[in-house]
């Protein structure tokens, strides 16, 4: 590969231009015949087995050649953005110059680059850190999340209340018609949750077990199954049971079931002291977000389209990776969301946008201060991902690419850097 042309255009695209020698392309024509000449049929010979010769003069002397100068161009484009210098984010767009059996072939090629940014003042930034105090009343409700969590659902008599669970057989009917989906036996439904639709809940509280009623509901004009929006229904209901749930007092030996405290008391500061340091890690995070706001607001280039529908790819396959994880499809949660793959993958957009301009930015800060990750960093980051999923560090080695691991590191750096050189102050924040 020879480079010819190494120009850049405006918006952060980028033109290169270069030729693979006469030697190189023959060399790819005849691999391209082996490959590719079993494919064409010729009068007179097998499938497979005509000449070079007869099958060029048949159907084209060049016939080969594209075929060729495919097979040519990744390791040739490869070659030429390395020795350009140039960083290429998008598809790149490739048009053919000139090619012959005696001068080979020159190739052209636009395509975007990672643009040139430039960010504004990075070191002296203001903030405030704004922590949010733990009052009792955040520990009593925590310790009440906690006695809920540790109660025991026992059949009370009486009239059902919200906050208990009834034990019910439904089935739906439209226009006196049952509609699918609409049935049920032995469904526990929690009153006064919302899980069904408005108005149900409500006309179960106030009902015995045993007891036999309708009740009467209209659906929401956006309810998700179409065919029922905006209808009225009836559901035939059977109160089996009115359960309630029983709650554990708040003494010591509750303290001894829940946790490795022995003290009611000693349990209460323990949840003191970790809503403490959460809050503590949230407040810290919002100085690092609004400092990293205004770095970006600073931002000046011209930023490639394709980064961000790149990002927006990314997104959507981590989504549909999550997804996976607990048995799910994408196109199936799409359908119960009614969104379609476009219109999904259109509310990554502002999201996207803004990673990429955060890791621009960062990205020229530590340009700008020469702030680069070491091998210590790499070795230290290789051993924290081995210790966080229990694998073998040589293992995690072979999975990532260093040089990606300590751009990454180096981003990171750049963070700790804006954060360390900013005017922070920090303000304790009371619950009125």
Known sequence: MNLVKSEKLEKSMHELQFSVDAEAFKAAIDKAFKREGKKYNVPGFRKGHAPRAVIEKMYGADIFHYDAINDLFPEAFEAAVKEAGIEPVGRPEADIVSQSLEDGVVLK????????IKVGQYAGLKATKKVNTVEDADVDAELARM???????????????????ADIDF?????????EGGKAEHYNLVLGSGSFIPGFEEQ?????????????????????????AGKAAVFKIKLHEVKT???PLLDDEFAKDVSEFDTLDELKANIRKGMEEQNEKQAALAVENDLVDQVIATIEGDIPEVMYENRMDEMVRDFEYRLAQQGLKLDMYLQYMGQTMDSFRASFKEQAEKQVKIRLALEAVAAAENITASDEDYENEMQRIADQYKMEIDKVKSLVNAD????????NKAIDFIKEKAEITEEKVTKE
């Open 147 to 165: 006695q809920a969590r540790n109660g025991r659902i026992v059949t009370r008599d009486g009239k059902a209340e919200n906050g208990d669970t």
């Open 404 to 411: 990606e691991v300590k751009k990454d590191l180096a981003v």
């Open 171 to 179: 089935e739906g009917f439209v226009d006196g018609v049952a509609f």
């Open 109 to 116: 090629v636009v395509v975007a680059v990672k643009p040139e």
């Open 245 to 247: 749930k029983e709650l």
């Open 204 to 228: 179960v509280v106030g009902h015995a077990a045993g007891e036999e009623f309708d009740v009467n509901v209209t659906f929401p004009e956006e309810y998700q199954a179409k065919e029922l």
